[in-house]
């Protein structure tokens, strides 16, 4: 769908885009759900006696396994329910601007690696949602996706 067939459709479902106030309160509720996840998983690696030095060597050793819950838990849940347990809660969900249904798996898929991009290039793909009237940031732009509020 071309921009004005977009606003079209958005006029006539009554759907409005998510604030940034919406998308960043989705967001922190998400990253303390990946990093209570990732201390479940990874808590019996770490030796009782570790010094501050061992876990941070530890931990820092462990990036992959992190970058990889990330996309799993970002793909998954965009692409099976439309929106992540931060979304949920803040009644916020992504849209594929293609059809204005969920993200099929592959677009969820590239949404999820753009994303780490992002986060990993001082956050400057989220910025990009402040100058940006759909309010898109540069994982949303990549895989053709809105964040839009629920009713």
């Given at each position: 769908?071309?921009?004005?067939?977009?606003?079209?459709?958005?006029?006539?479902?009554?759907?409005?885009?998510?604030?940034?106030?919406?998308?960043?309160?989705?967001?922190?509720?998400?990253?303390?759900?990946?990093?209570?996840?990732?201390?479940?998983?990874?808590?019996?690696?770490?030796?009782?006696?570790?010094?501050?030095?061992?876990?941070?060597?530890?931990?820092?050793?462990?990036?992959?396994?992190?970058?990889?819950?990330?996309?799993?838990?970002?793909?998954?849940?965009?692409?099976?329910?439309?929106?992540?347990?931060?979304k949920i809660l803040s009644k916020?969900?992504?849209?594929?601007?293609?059809?204005?249904?969920?993200?099929?798996?592959?677009?969820?898929?590239?949404?999820?690696?753009?994303?780490?991009?992002?986060?990993?290039?001082?956050?400057?793909?989220?910025?990009?949602?402040?100058?940006?009237?759909?309010?898109?940031?540069?994982?949303?732009?990549?895989?053709?996706?809105?964040?839009?509020?629920?009713?």
């Open positions: 769908m071309n921009d004005d067939q977009i606003i079209e459709t958005f006029e006539r479902e009554n759907i409005t885009l998510a604030s940034i106030k919406k998308r960043l309160w989705a967001y922190t509720i998400d990253e303390i759900l990946i990093s209570v996840i990732f201390v479940i998983i990874y808590m019996g690696i770490i030796p009782p006696d570790a010094t501050y030095e061992q876990i941070i060597t530890l931990i820092n050793s462990m990036f992959i396994y992190v970058v990889s819950l990330k996309i799993i838990y970002q793909t998954f849940f965009v692409w099976y329910y439309g929106a992540t347990p931060g916020i969900r992504v849209i594929s601007t293609v059809d204005i249904e969920n993200p099929n798996l592959l677009s969820a898929l590239n949404r999820a690696i753009v994303r780490i991009i992002s986060e990993s290039f001082f956050y400057i793909g989220f910025l990009w949602a402040f100058a940006n009237p759909k309010r898109e940031t540069w994982h949303d732009k990549i895989a053709k996706t809105l964040v839009v509020n629920v009713y």
